[in-house]
């Protein structure tokens, strides 16, 4: 039957509503609604697409959600090679190549584009007429693995361009990536379902984006951000990288605002100590910087030596890692009656912080890694909150070095301990009648993204469990706090 105009229009304009509040929650990072609201939206639109089958399509954000798995990836040939940065870890080196661009262009001062380093995975995206159709990794550089439905369920990537003048293909490079604050929501729910814990955003973001079932890379908080052009037809792009990023931004495509135009050497080091300074702050994780010639002319004069641009380069970071001694190992119980071993660590300084917890996951983890009390170990911060245990130094391990053992009844409540064959995570059996389930179930009661409780936090459940006054959520209302 015909779809009545008027429900064509509010089809329209709902997607148009949501596809924005997209933008500013995913790409911007500043919602316009709640989270309350924007469901409502969705649902009104799911509801009218399951009333008129007709009105679906591929572009609507209903369709984000992923579809039936694929027996395989097929193999995507990239236009243009995506080759890889060679690097650079000292001044000197940076140095070196600064000289060498200034001799391949015969200039005394040179231009850079310098940002950030993205620890994640690289894509490449095709538009035609302004519509996502296709997107690949990496791969070897010249071939990629074809993951375009897993790409569509990227919230903060664009199905279609912004803008009038489109080109008839654009293809778009870019970097997949999680941030921290979602990475560690997603490890907090895999051991809240006893399953396996991601290492860290790198690899949660690359295992996701390889998913061959895409519902479940549409229930991964992954990220885009575009930072380079691989092909264009029908349009011409600017004549500078900082004017291609800037026009891409333009297009609705995230692009990193931590990018900066800098001159020779000196402005080159600056930006890397600046970002090295923020590194810590910033909401994903960097492992260097990029220096790239701003100039598309003068990249195309100095090409390509082997499988790498002459015209840029990565500036890494050394390593953020320190050695510490473990002074204990303790458990901790989360609101799904997990625990969870952490190390107690003498005081180190590593990453721009003082660390003194690093936690070993599960027992299983734990055994792997061999760690006991007393050991010296190797941490990596890596930006993280909370550190990681890389390696013990075995030849540095004391006669007698005490093994943990995981306990057999819970350290807050002396309910019993229990794991079940399939699951990697131990757990306390006393529900709610244990005080650290209980905080944790009523923090999580109070979240946000649950009741949004204002003023219920962490110190005030705390003191309610502590004194024994709340027992279970509906306590809070007998005592009229909510």
């Known amino acids: 039957m015909a779809v009545p105009k008027a429900v064509l229009a509010q089809a329209q304009t709902l997607r148009t509503e949501l596809e924005r509040h997209n933008y500013q929650y995913y790409v911007l990072d500043q919602p316009l609604v709640s989270d309350a609201e924007f469901d409502r939206l969705f649902r009104q639109l799911q509801q009218i697409e399951s009333d008129y089958p007709e009105l679906v399509d591929p572009e609507s954000p209903t369709q984000r959600v992923g579809g039936s798995p694929l027996p395989e990836f097929r193999q995507l040939t990239h236009r243009t090679p995506m080759l890889s940065l060679n690097n650079a870890f000292s001044e000197e080196e940076v140095t070196a190549f600064d000289r060498r661009v200034r001799e391949g262009l015969d200039e005394e001062d040179v231009e850079y584009l310098a940002e950030p380093k993205f620890d994640g995975l690289a894509i490449s995206l095709s538009y035609e007429q302004g519509r996502f159709i296709r997107g690949a ?85 992954l990220r885009f951000f575009a930072y380079a052009v691989g092909a264009i037809e029908g349009a011409a792009v600017p004549n500078s990288h900082s004017a291609v990023e800037d026009w891409l931004q333009s297009l609705g495509l995230p692009v990193c605002p931590e990018r900066r135009v800098v001159h020779a050497v000196q402005g080159l080091m600056r930006f890397y ?59 901790q119980v989360g609101r799904t009656g997990a625990l969870t071993p952490v190390a107690r660590l003498a005081p180190v300084f590593v990453g721009g912080v003082t660390v003194t917890n690093a936690t070993l996951h599960n027992e299983d983890e734990l055994r792997r890694k061999d760690v006991r009390i007393g050991d010296t170990v190797v941490v990596r911060r890596a930006g993280d909150v909370i550190p990681e245990v890389v390696a013990v130094v075995r030849e540095k391990r004391a006669k007698g070095a005490a093994e943990f053992r995981m306990p057999t009844s819970c350290p807050v409540c002396g309910s019993a301990v229990v794991r079940l064959p399939d699951e990697a995570v131990a757990r306390c059996s006393g529900g709610l009648v244990c005080a650290a389930q209980r905080k944790q179930a009523l923090l999580h009661f109070a979240s946000r993204r649950a009741m949004d409780i204002e003023g219920l936090g962490e110190k005030l459940v705390d003191q309610l469990v502590d004194q024994n006054i709340v027992k279970t959520a509906a306590d809070l209302y007998r005592l009229g706090l909510v």
């Open 137 to 221: 990794t990496r791969g070897d550089g010249y071939t990629g693995e074809d993951v375009t439905p897993n790409l569509r369920t990227v919230k903060s990537m664009p199905l279609r361009l912004r803008g009038k003048a489109l080109p008839a293909l654009l293809e778009v490079r870019g970097e997949v990536l999680m941030y921290r604050r979602d990475f560690d929501s997603l490890n907090e729910r895999q051991r809240s379902n006893g399953e396996k814990e991601f290492a860290n955003p790198r690899n949660a973001a690359a295992g996701s984006l390889r998913q061959l079932d895409s519902r479940i890379t549409a229930a991964r908080p």
């Open 273 to 331: 100590h600046l970002m090295g300074e923020r590194r810590a702050g910033l909401p994903y994780e960097i492992d260097g910087v990029v220096y790239k010639v701003n100039s598309l002319a003068a990249q195309q004069q100095l090409g390509y030596v082997s499988r790498a641009p002459r015209f840029a380069i990565a500036h890494k970071y050394p390593a953020e890692e320190a050695t510490t001694e473990v002074l204990a190992i303790e458990v």
